[in-house]
T-cell receptor
Framework: ELKVEQNPLFLSMQEGKNYTIYCNYSTTSDRLYWYRQDPGKSLESLFV?????AVKQEGRLMASLDTKARLSTLHITAAVHDLSATYFC???????????FGKGMKLTVNP | EAEVAQSPRYKITEKSQAVAFWCDPI?????LYWYRQILGQGPELLVQ????????DSQLPKDRFSAERLKGVDSTLKIQPAELGDSAMYLC????????????FGPGTRLLVL
């Protein structure tokens, strides 16, 4: 059974700082998705990583995928308050399109 | 920009009552998903449709939940009877149906069962 683990689950950081969050998964997959969710809102797609070594960047966020290590990282550069949200990674199960989500990482960026 | 539509946005009901949620996917999207998200957790897939056919409903509690997508476009998720533990956000998502495509999520229906 595919398990997706995120760490940390909670992160409070100051504006201007850098940080990396992690997403591990338990079975082989060559794809991984990152989503953002604001409180009480739906999920917004951030990144789609489709192969080993894939790297995507959007603004202050950069995501990468290492399929051999079954690990994805989401790096935050010079955090700003607007990045405060919950970030989910998701992995498709067994070659299907069924996504298994991690528990999410709640990020708070303080002025 | 095309979006997934859901209604209602909020629903309060008493246990043992019936509730229904509606989803209209992005036009042309063949695959439709219903997820349940409990507060503080990630979404969990309840059912997946490809056009009008169910592809995966292994996590759908079939004694009380049902889902249909009769014409392969919009979809309805029903709970009867509702239980206290059903309180959650119900999210609908759609994708074009090709492999590796992003799933686009609707705004969700927040259900509270009293």
């Amino acid at each position: 059974e595919l398990k997706v683990e995120q760490n940390p689950l909670f992160l409070s950081m100051q504006e201007g700082k850098n940080y990396t969050i992690y997403c591990n998964y338990s079975t082989t997959s060559d794809r991984l998705y990152w989503y953002r969710q604001d409180p009480g809102k739906s999920l917004e797609s951030l990144f789609v990583l489709l192969s080993n070594g894939a790297v995507k960047q959007e603004g202050r966020l950069m995501a990468s995928l290492d399929t051999k290590a079954r690990l994805s990282t989401l790096h935050i550069t010079a955090a700003v308050h607007d990045l405060s949200a919950t970030y989910f990674c998701a992995v498709p199960q067994g070659g299907s399109e069924k996504l298994v989500f991690g528990k999410g990482m709640k990020l708070t960026v303080n002025p | 920009e095309a979006e997934v539509a859901q209604s209602p946005r909020y629903k309060i009901t008493e246990k043992s009552q019936a509730v229904a949620f509606w989803c209209d996917p992005i036009s042309g999207h063949a695959t439709l998903y219903w997820y349940r998200q409990i507060l503080g957790q990630g979404p969990e897939l309840l059912v997946q449709f490809q056009d009008e056919s169910v592809v995966d409903d292994s996590q759908l509690p079939k004694d009380r939940f049902s889902a249909e997508r009769l014409k392969g476009v919009d979809s309805t998720l029903k709970i009867q009877p509702a239980e206290l533990g059903d309180s959650a956000m119900y999210l609908c998502a759609s994708s074009p149906g090709r492999l590796q495509e992003t799933q686009y999520f609707g705004p969700g229906t927040r259900l509270l069962v009293l």
